[in-house]
Nanobody, 117 residues
């Protein structure tokens, strides 16, 4: 199982970023996936989950319609479009091979998102 996140960067408040997670080593289309994040000194936090076919999607309350999770099963890739970013969104973002971001599920190495002026 290999999950490789990319797309993180520094961005000013109200900016946007699109994260990607390239999956390999398993049948991507058979698994629910999720995005989780961890800010310095804080616990891992679930952001959003998507079912294997992309028909069941949920977001953490703090997302507030700012983020959109999606997947392309033909490309074995998971995405997270993040708009209206806030400094509180600063964290390392990981994709996880499950719906709710269970810490025991496989995760990638993460991609850093920094929101500051």
């Amino acid at each position: 199982v290999q999950l490789v996140e990319s797309g993180g960067s520094w961005v000013q408040p109200a900016g946007s970023l699109r994260l990607s997670c390239a999956a390999s080593g398993f049948t991507f289309s058979s698994y629910s996936m999720s995005w989780v994040r961890q800010a310095p000194g804080k616990e891992l936090e679930w952001v959003s989950g998507i079912s294997s076919a992309g028909t069941n999607i949920r977001y953490a309350e703090f997302v507030r319609d700012r983020f959109t999770i999606s997947r392309d099963n033909a490309k074995s890739t998971l995405y997270l479009q993040m708009n209206s970013l806030e400094p509180e969104d600063t964290a390392m973002y990981y994709c996880s091979r499950d719906y709710w971001g269970d810490p025991s599920s496989p995760r990638g190495q993460g991609t850093q998102v920094t929101v500051s002026s």
